[in-house]
């Protein structure tokens, strides 16, 4: 992706994405980072920091396709367009775990 184009596209999303939202819902949660100053919650500035630096991972990585996620957020670039994710709670479900037979549920507890 051309410098210009990844520019304005991280532009665009952080002037649209809900930094404070964010903040706020880590701060009731106490979702700490071990980099964030003094390691407790991120700041509203630190959260910037690392969605720039995400989104400029995958604007710049080459191939079609490219996802990262650190700190809670998900950054993914296809085709063209880059995407800007917070990720709360994650979890994918497949034959194996129906199956009993996947190890990171059975080991978990959580079947």
Known sequence: MKKKTA????????????????HDAMVE?????LHAAGGGV????????????????VCFTRGK?????NGGFEAERYKGAITLR???????A???WLEGK????????SQ
């Open 7 to 22: 520019d304005k596209l991280i532009k665009m999303i952080l002037e649209s994405f809900d930094f404070e939202r964010v």
């Open 29 to 33: 949660d106490n979702w700490t980072w």
């Open 42 to 57: 991120p700041t509203i500035e630190e959260l910037q920091e690392q969605a720039i630096y995400s989104l400029q991972e």
């Open 65 to 69: 396709y490219f996802k990262m996620s």
């Open 86 to 92: 917070f990720i709360w709670e994650s979890i994918v």
């Open 94 to 96: 497949d034959k194996d």
């Open 102 to 109: 996947d190890f990171y549920h059975n080991a978990n507890g």
